[in-house]
Each structure stands twice: as structure tokens, then as C-alpha cells.
């Protein structure tokens, strides 16, 4: 499985920018995939995780209301639609995979920069 992010960039707070995530080769053994972020001096956080077992999103309490995660399960990719951008949410995203047979997947990081 290999998973291409694009769509990160530079915006003023309270902008907007959307995320993609595209997966290739067995992409059907993906259950959880989404988007993970890290700022400069901190650790990797979850942002958004979603699960093909039953459908569920799970969001960081710091982007719930203004994170939106989409998954096509036809086309494998996931997008995260990100509103109200604030200066903490600079960082770079990192879109994830897990197939639970195989392993965990990781995008190379696209940087999101958000200028207060």
C-alpha cells in the first residue's frame, strides 16, 4: 500500500484548505485511514481517523466542528476539509493507513501553514 497526500499550503487564519489522500495497491485490506498532523518541537497527533469496520470518524477535540473527513472507498482516498484554520493548526499532515494483516502506512506529509 503506498498513500500520496497532496493540497497543503500556506492561509490566513480563519481560511480554508482541503487535504488529499490517494492509496494504491491493496487498498480493499485498509480498514482505518485518515490524517494524523505534527507541529514543529511537538508530537505526532491523530487530526482524523476513519474505519471501515462501521463507517465511524473520529476526530481530535481540537479540530471537531471545523475538521470535516470524507473516505470513497471505490476511489481509496480520504479528504479532510479544513474550515475556521487557526495559527495552532500549522503543521504537517501526514495521511495514514492501517490494514490490520498487513500494517500501518504512512503519506510522505504535505505542510499546512496557517499565518495568524
Known amino acids: 500500500v503506498q498513500l500520496q497526500a497532496s493540497g497543503g499550503g500556506l492561509v490566513q487564519a480563519g481560511g480554508v484548505l482541503r487535504l488529499s489522500c490517494q492509496a494504491t495497491?491493496?487498498?480493499?485490506?485498509?480498514?482505518?485511514m485518515g490524517w494524523y498532523r505534527q507541529a514543529p518541537g511537538k508530537q505526532r497527533e491523530l487530526v482524523a481517523l476513519?474505519?471501515?469496520?462501521?463507517?465511524?470518524?473520529k476526530y481530535a477535540d481540537s479540530v471537531r466542528g471545523r475538521f470535516t473527513m470524507s473516505r470513497d472507498y471505490g476511489k481509496s482516498t480520504v479528504s479532510l476539509q479544513m474550515n475556521s484554520l487557526k495559527a495552532e493548526d500549522t503543521g504537517v499532515y501526514y495521511c495514514?493507513?492501517?490494514?490490520?494483516?498487513?500494517?500501518?502506512?504512512w503519506g510522505q506529509g504535505t505542510q499546512v501553514t496557517v499565518s495568524s
Open positions: 495497491g491493496d487498498t480493499v485490506s485498509i480498514n482505518l
Open positions: 495514514y493507513g492501517l490494514a490490520p494483516a498487513m500494517g500501518s502506512y
Open positions: 476513519s474505519s471501515r469496520s462501521d463507517g465511524a470518524v
